[in-house]
Structure formats: C-alpha cells, structure tokens
C-alpha cells in the first residue's frame, strides 16, 4: 500500500497506523503518542476539520519536508475514532509529470522526421535565394527566415533530446577538473573576456554523472545565467560545494541579473515555458531531467533576489537511479 493510513482516537492520539504513515510521519515507537506532538499542522487541521470546517483535504510537510496531503474519515465506532489517509503529492507530482513526458515522447516520434524534411528544404531555399544579389529588403526577409528555421530546428533538437535522457552512463567526474575544462571551453566558444565566467578554487571532490549529460546541464545553466546577468566581471559563478550530508556534493550556478520572477518561479521547469524570445522553452527543463536520469537533482535557490540554481548529486555510489523522475533552475 502506497499511502499512509491513521486511525486516531478520542483526545487525538494515534492509535495505530501502517508502516507508510510510521515512515511518513517518523513516528515514535511508543505505543500512544498525541498527533499533535508529532505533526501539529496535521492536528490542527483535524480540529477544524472536527469543529465543522468543510476540508476535503490539507497539504503539509512531513518527514524529511515530504510534501503530503490528508483526508480525514469518520468511522462507524462508538468510541468516535477518525481515518486519516496520507498521500505522497511528490509521488502523485512524478506520475503526471511521467504521463506528460510518454505524451511529449509519442509527439516526437511522429512528428520529428515530418518537421526536419520541410525544414531542410525551407532551409536550403534559402541559400540558395542568398546566393543571388537581391536588395535590402530581400536581404532583411531572408534573414528572418534563416532565423526562424534555425529556431525550429533547435525545437526538434531539444525535444529529441527528451527522449534519450535515460541513457545515463555513471562515473565518478573529479567536480574541480571537469568544472575547469568547461569554464575555459564555455568561454572560448562564446567568446568572452576572461572572468566573465569564473570557478570558485574547491579542494578536491567527486560527483557520479554522465559526462555527456553534466557537461549539458551546466551548459544550459550557465548560458541561462549569462543571457539574464550584465555580462560585467563575475557576472556569472559556478560554486562546487560539499553538503554535510554524507556522500552529496552540489553545484551552484549564480548570476548578477535581477533573478527570476516570483509569477515565473513555480513554472521555470515547464516544458516550452520560456521568458526569452528565441527561447525553446525546454533548456532548464532538459536539464532537470537529466539530473534526474544521474540520481541528482536541479533547483532553483529559495528567495535568491539574483539568478541561483543548485544541482545537487552524490559522490559516494554509481549505482543507477530506479526511477526517473526530478527537478531544476535559472
């Protein structure tokens, strides 16, 4: 059974639950323990819900800050005892989002190969109409059209790439040397002045990724960050840092820009949401997911007034993740 189950009794404790609200909650081991004590939000709202309150359900945090949500049942028992149900909303989260990514991949397949093709003779037309001396005007539409070819094609990539991002092959990358290799290639290939972009000095640490997959979830951090900062000395800083948990390690990703907006916040991992006109919408939402397929995760920092995401992963296994399912940022 996936969901919690608590059967509370009269002056609101607990008198007995399965193994999944024990996990949910971190319940003691005693045998009566008031709810209260152990998840105040959760019996606050079984009072109002007792009191006459017309709540069909409540979203609260449990252990670990799992984010759960409860419904309360009455019982047929004369001693008044009340059902609670416990939902996981991070696993009913996953479910739609897997059901929205078979429904992406199901598009891609029929429609890639139909796009591409009219795609390469629009793009070729075009060419070929350069070749020839037109006038200004002539000039100016057929760079709108090679533009906006070149736009679709970038589409067409990135949603193939949705479908290949469980192809994560695992090893354990020194963070320190693959961050510096990146940095003095990102900067070459973009051009820019030394320290636009720049490292913070780390001591020595490991992360367990696919090269392929962190070398393009940092790419479309930082060309994220850079489009959105002002392009100054330091505007954007990448900040390997060792979590005290054990065993995980995380990848800060800042810019000087003004950060995303609060409207934006709960949408910036949205597939095709995008606040940039040549903007695919799919960047930051690639790799979220591909720091899912590597067992790590992509968020965007809490109330951070600049541009901050965290890439968070493990530098202690290589076993592949079970599951595939995730997050990410700016």
Excluded: Y
């Excluded at 996936?2 to 319940?27: C, S, W, Y």
Aim: aromatic content about 6%; glycine content about 8%.
């Amino acid at each position: 059974m996936q969901d919690g189950v608590l059967i509370i009794e009269r002056g609101g404790f607990i008198g007995r639950h399965n193994p999944v609200a024990f996990e949910m909650l971190g319940l003691p081991d005693d045998e009566r323990v008031l709810l209260e004590n152990c998840a105040p939000t959760l019996a606050a709202a079984l009072a109002a819900w007792q009191a006459g309150d017309n709540l069909e359900a409540v979203e609260f945090f449990g252990r670990d800050n799992c984010e759960l949500q409860a419904r309360f049942e009455r019982t047929a028992s004369s001693d008044g005892e009340v059902l609670i149900f416990l939902e996981d909303v991070g696993r009913i989260k996953e479910h739609a989002q897997q059901l929205k990514l078979a429904s992406l991949g199901r598009l891609t397949a029929s429609i890639a190969h139909e796009i591409r093709n009219p795609l390469s003779a629009i793009s070729h037309a075009g060419e070929l109409l350069r070749e020839e001396r037109r006038g200004e005007i002539q000039s100016r539409l057929l760079n709108i059209l090679n533009d906006n070819v070149a736009r679709l094609d970038r589409i067409v990539k990135d949603v193939l790439e949705v479908g290949r991002q469980n192809r994560a092959q695992l090893e354990l990358l020194s963070l320190d040397e693959f961050c510096r290799d990146f940095v003095a290639h990102f900067v070459s290939a973009e051009g820019l002045l030394p320290g636009i972009v720049s490292l913070k000095p780390v001591p020595a640490m490991q992360i367990c990724f696919d090269r392929s997959h962190l070398h393009q979830v940092l790419w479309n951090l930082v060309s994220n960050a850079l489009r959105h900062s002002t392009r100054g000395q330091g505007a954007v800083r990448i900040e390997p840092i060792l979590a005290n948990e054990a065993g995980r390690v995380e990848l800060h990703v800042l810019d000087d820009g003004a950060g995303v907006a609060l409207e934006d916040r709960q949408q910036i991992f949205e597939p095709f949401f995008t606040t940039h006109h040549q903007g695919t919408g799919l960047g930051l939402f690639i790799a979220r997911e591909l720091c899912v397929a590597n067992g790590a995760s992509l968020e965007l920092a809490m109330a951070a007034s600049c541009g901050h995401f965290i890439l968070a992963g493990r530098s202690d296994t290589c076993l592949m993740p079970e599951a595939n399912d995730g997050r990410v940022g700016n």
